[in-house]
Structure formats: structure tokens, C-alpha cells
């Protein structure tokens, strides 16, 4: 007996032109929370029942499913198989790159490690190509990963590239200058990988406020805007992508972005993130939403 999953809205840019136009490319970013992580790792203070995986699978698929997007990218994905057969019966198909060292192998009986994902449906797109990488912090091999996928849409054979990554976590004085040039990295390669320079989205779990470089490095060496930030009138990100209680304190911030080139979109419409009344005191996860992160999903006009 779940309590009904949490319901959000759409709020609209003010200059969006039409409701749900056949333009628009309807894409959903999410760190779904590894299930090793969240029943070994992570330490969360909620009910044992909400980190069930018997529950959470479901909670997951709800949420993937309810707002109709067109392309998903995931992070902390451990069980891969699961999403693909399921999401494979509604039409979807799919990629998965692993973390080369992931932290859900140190755990007992775990589902081998946790990677970025994307998802599309497969009956108004195309995958015309699939490039992967792990992310290098000084010409070294770091631990995170970037998933970059080229897609040509049915309705009018326009192409375009979806890139999702999972960058380093944690707080610590060098961190934000490694998730910097993690980000250098990841625009190299989608660079290297985008010769006929084809729009690009970005949605990940950059692990880091806008106040870091990185976000900077993303806006303006990226030549991308936000989604979230451009669809609010006064430009700001939203208060919190993550809220969560854990033994040592509460977490509420925003580290999860969907970017996109900015010559080559306008975002129309963001889903609103849940409200503090609505999490409730335990926050996230809980019986009612299953990852301590919680979905951006955006319409993008393709110009
Ligand atoms: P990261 O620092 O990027 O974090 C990995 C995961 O931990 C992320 O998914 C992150 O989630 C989550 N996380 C962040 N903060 C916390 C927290 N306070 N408590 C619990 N989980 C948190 O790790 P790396 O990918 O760089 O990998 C860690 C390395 O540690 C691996 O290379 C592995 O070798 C080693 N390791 C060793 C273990 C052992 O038993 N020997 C156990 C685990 C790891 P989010 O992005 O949502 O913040
Ligand atoms: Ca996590």
C-alpha cells in the first residue's frame, strides 16, 4: 500500500508558442539513485521500506513514464536490464556506460556497478550513434563517465546530440576544481565527437551548485544556457534538485542541470520540482518518491 507518487506541474516560459508542439523534444534528466547506494551507501535517514528495491522499481518506472518524455538520461543506474525490458515493452530502447570503479561493487550483494543511461523513444527518433568516454581530470583517468548519442528525429530528419554524465561527488577544497575540469573534458569530447556541429543537449548530475566552475565552464566555454534557469522570469536556478536527510544532516541544493546549445533552442516548459509540504519531513527518498534526486524534464524547441 504505496502512498500515491508525488504530483508535479508544468510551468510554461512566458514566450512558448504552442502547448506540446510536434517541435519540441521532451527530455526527462534524473539521478534515480543506485540501489546498492541507497540500501548500503547512502545512510539515509527514511523508512526502511522506501529503499525496497521491490518498491522503488516501480516508483522509478512511474516516474520515467508519467511525463511523457521523448529521451531519459539517467545516472546511477544499476540495474540496467530492468529499465531496458521494461521500457523496451513501451517502445523505448536504450544505451548504458558503466563507472569504470563504481562504489556499488564494494557493497554486498550488489547488481554490479552503477553507469549513466539514455533512454528515447524509438518511434520518433533514430539512434544514428552512440560515443562514450571516461572523463579525464589531467590527462588521468577519473572515475566518472560521459554518454554522448546522436539522434535524427522521424518527423523531419533533423539531427541532434544528447549527452548525459554523472560528475565526481562530494564536498573537499580540490573537488570543485576536479568537477571544473571534468567539465573541460566532457566539452572536448562531444567537440571532437560533433564535426557537423549539431545542436547538443546536456543533462546531468553535475554534482555542483551553480556558484562552481564548472556551471560557469558549461554557460560560457560550452556556449549552452539553462533550461530551468532561461524558463524562470528572474533567470535564477531552481532552490533545490536534491533534498535528502541523512545521519549526519540535511542536503537541499541544485546540482542537476539540462543545458542546451543555446543558439539551437528555446526551452518552453519545465516540470516544477516538489515542494517541501509535499516531501514532508523525511525529504527524499521516501514511500512516495524513490531517489533523493528529483526528475528535470524540459520541452526544447528545436529552432
Ligand atoms: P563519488 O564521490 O563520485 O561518489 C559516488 C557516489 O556516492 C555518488 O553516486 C554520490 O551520489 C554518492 N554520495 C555522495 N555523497 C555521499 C554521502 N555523503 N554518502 C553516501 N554516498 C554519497 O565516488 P567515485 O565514483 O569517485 O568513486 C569512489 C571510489 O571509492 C571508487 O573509485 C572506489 O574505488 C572507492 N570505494 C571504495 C569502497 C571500499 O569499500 N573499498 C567503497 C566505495 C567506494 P550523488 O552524485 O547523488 O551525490
Ligand atoms: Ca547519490
Not at 203 to 213: I, L, Q, R, T
Not at 225 to 237: F, G, K, W
Not at 262 to 271: A, G, H, K
Amino acid at each position: 500500500s504505496l502512498p500515491p507518487m508525488i504530483g508535479r506541474s508544468f510551468v510554461e516560459a512566458e514566450n512558448a508558442e504552442h502547448i506540446a508542439s510536434p517541435d519540441t523534444i521532451r527530455i526527462m534528466q534524473w539521478n534515480i539513485l543506485a540501489q546498492s547506494l541507497a540500501e548500503k551507501s547512502d545512510k539515509f535517514v527514511c523508512p526502511e521500506e522506501a529503499l525496497h528495491w521491490n518498491h522503488r522499481r516501480w516508483r522509478i518506472l512511474e516516474e520515467v513514464l508519467t511525463y511523457g518524455a521523448d529521451i531519459i538520461c539517467l545516472q546511477e543506474v544499476d540495474h540496467y536490464n530492468f529499465l531496458k525490458a521494461t521500457l523496451g515493452k513501451v517502445g523505448f530502447q536504450g544505451c548504458f556506460f558503466p563507472k569504470p570503479d563504481s562504489p556499488c561493487c564494494y557493497n554486498k550483494g550488489n547488481n554490479g556497478p552503477d553507469g549513466c543511461a539514455i533512454f528515447f523513444d524509438a518511434s520518433k527518433y533514430t539512434l544514428l550513434r552512440i560515443e562514450q568516454k571516461v572523463l579525464e581530470v589531467f590527462r588521468c583517468q577519473s572515475n566518472q563517465v560521459v554518454v554522448m548519442c546522436t539522434f535524427q528525429r522521424k518527423l523531419d530528419n533533423r539531427k541532434f546530440c544528447v549527452v548525459t554524465t554523472h560528475l565526481k561527488a562530494r564536498v573537499g577544497a580540490l573537488l570543485p576544481t576536479l568537477r571544473n575540469e571534468q567539465g573541460k573534458d566532457l566539452l572536448q569530447f562531444v567537440k571532437n565527437n560533433n564535426s557537423q556541429n549539431l545542436p547538443v543537449i546536456y543533462a546531468g548530475d553535475f554534482n555542483a551548485e551553480p556558484s562552481e566552475p564548472v556551471y560557469r565552464t558549461m554557460i560560457q566555454l560550452g556556449e549552452v544556457s539553462s533550461s530551468y534557469a532561461m524558463v524562470n522570469p528572474d533567470e535564477r536556478e531552481p532552490e533545490y534538485t536534491t533534498w535528502k536527510v541523512r545521519e549526519d544532516g540535511e542536503v537541499c541544493h541544485t546540482i542537476d542541470y539540462i543545458f542546451y546549445s543555446r543558439n539551437n533552442f528555446t526551452p518552453e516548459r519545465v516540470l516544477s520540482m516538489p515542494s517541501g509540504e509535499q516531501l514532508g519531513e523525511g525529504r527524499a527518498p521516501s514511500l512516495a518518491y524513490p531517489s533523493d534526486h528529483f526528475s528535470l524534464c524540459c520541452d526544447l524547441r528545436l529552432l
